[in-house]
């Protein structure tokens, strides 16, 4: 076993010019570590000095989990969005990517699969394979935000989204009845007329 490095000098812990103390040259009481040390590079050292809390963080905070990208509230969790449209002869893929809260996560997942179920069935390999598969994965990231908590305050400078109504008490989710009854027709005719 070999010995772990010593520590180095912490070049963040020098007094503060101002006056004003300095959060990084504190020492962390639980490690035992002297005052403007930082922690030796080797995987599994202890931190020797405590994260300093978000200016304006509210209580509960946690340093280090992620919090939405959207209003900065906690818990969140890092989920993929997707929207699918099919138009005839061209596709158009996009995402939503980043870590939300249970509400914000809510109103996108919301407003993305709206968006596929009103324009994601206008061309033939979007009716078979992409919108089925899109509303799959959102239906998947749904899940993940279902188990999270109901999310703390925003921070200072974060907006919260609206949830709006569920995805079937929006009229655009309809519009995809349009082109299922439009394959049905064209497959009831093939079968019809063979």
Do not use: D
């Amino acid at each position: 076993m070999t010995t772990p490095p010593a520590p180095q000098p912490n070049p963040y812990g020098q007094p503060n010019p101002y006056g004003q103390p300095n959060p990084y040259a504190q020492p962390n009481p639980s490690s035992g570590a002297p005052a403007g040390t930082q922690a030796p590079a080797y995987p599994g050292a202890p931190a020797y000095h405590a994260a300093p809390a978000y200016p304006g963080a509210p209580a509960g905070w946690q340093p280090g989990a992620p919090f939405c990208r959207s209003c900065g509230a906690q818990p969140a969790t890092p989920v993929t969005f997707r929207n699918h449209q099919g138009l005839l002869i061209v596709m158009r893929f996009q995402k939503v990517e980043g870590p939300f809260c249970k509400s914000c996560g809510t109103s996108v997942l919301r407003q993305t699969t709206t968006a596929t179920m009103a324009l994601g069935w206008w061309s033939p390999f979007s009716l078979v394979f992409f919108s089925p598969f899109t509303l799959i994965w959102n239906l998947v990231a749904g899940r993940k935000l279902a188990a999270l908590t109901p999310p703390g305050p925003a921070l200072p400078g974060g907006s919260r989204l609206p949830e709006g109504k569920p995805v079937l008490q929006r009229p655009a989710a309809y519009l995809a009845i349009a082109p299922l009854i439009w394959a049905g027709w064209v497959i009831t005719n093939i079968i019809t007329h063979a």
